[in-house]
């Protein structure tokens, strides 16, 4: 950057006189031209370029053209506009399916060529991914109310279920008093029962003894005569 340039390799198109030392540059091969003698003809007599058509030339200076290099230009030199951002609405009972106006997506980078259209739909989703996010927060915000619910009342209901644990476990205690109970009767029956069998066996003991005096008492038999 700081080796200067060559005067064969510049020109200076508004000086009103040839670069001085230009013509005797070794690679100069125009120097034969005058300074003061018009390029394609004599002093005031209109130039001519013969290798150009009246068709190309037309072409050239179609005014579409003219517009499409002006929209260029300005493109260049133009700072991009600033848009503001609008917040979002949406419809009752659903995603919108509107365009939004100024959505955050609109604002593009410089120099970043994005179809229209691109943004468009770009901004319509995002709207509906936004408004499934509200939804979301609704549907957790229910729930977390139903968690509460149900803690205040499982906190209602705690002391009671307390009051029936113990109240079953009386029930509990006194039915297993019950079938202790209900244990001693059975063996009591038992040995009531092995009594009772003791006893007719000495029933019958005693009426077999009881025959056996009835016989003596009445002697023995008497022989017929």
């Not at 091969?29 to 030339?57: H, K, T, V, Y």
């Not at 517009?67 to 995603?95: D, S």
């Not at 970043?112 to 989703?125: E, F, G, K, N």
Request: proline share 8%.
């Amino acid at each position: 950057m700081d080796v200067p340039l060559l005067l064969d390799h510049v020109f200076d198109f508004f000086a009103a006189e040839p670069v001085p030392g230009l013509a005797e540059a070794p690679d100069n091969q125009n120097g034969w031209i005058e300074w003061d003698i018009p390029l394609g003809g004599e002093m005031d007599e209109s130039m001519e370029n013969p290798r150009f058509e009246e068709e190309e030339l037309n072409e050239f200076m179609d005014d579409d053209h003219d517009e499409e290099v002006e929209e260029w230009l300005m493109a260049l030199v133009t700072p991009p506009r600033a848009t503001v951002t609008v917040p979002i609405t949406y419809e009752v009972g659903g995603p919108s399916t509107a365009i939004p106006v100024g959505h955050p997506l609109t604002t593009m980078a410089s120099g970043v060529a994005t179809q229209p259209q691109v943004i468009d739909d770009l901004c319509v989703r995002m709207s509906n991914l936004e408004y499934r996010h509200g939804e979301l927060v609704k549907k957790m915000k229910i729930v977390s109310d139903a968690e509460a619910a149900d803690s205040i009342a499982i906190k209602e209901i705690h002391p009671r279920v307390t009051t029936l644990e113990g109240q079953v476990q009386t029930l509990q205690t006194s039915l297993h008093g019950a079938w202790l109970q209900n244990q001693q009767l059975q063996t009591r029956l038992s040995e009531i029962e092995n009594r009772a069998g003791t006893l007719i066996s000495f029933m019958y003991w005693m009426e077999d003894c009881l025959v056996v005096l009835e016989k003596r008492l009445m002697g023995p038999p008497t022989e017929p005569q």
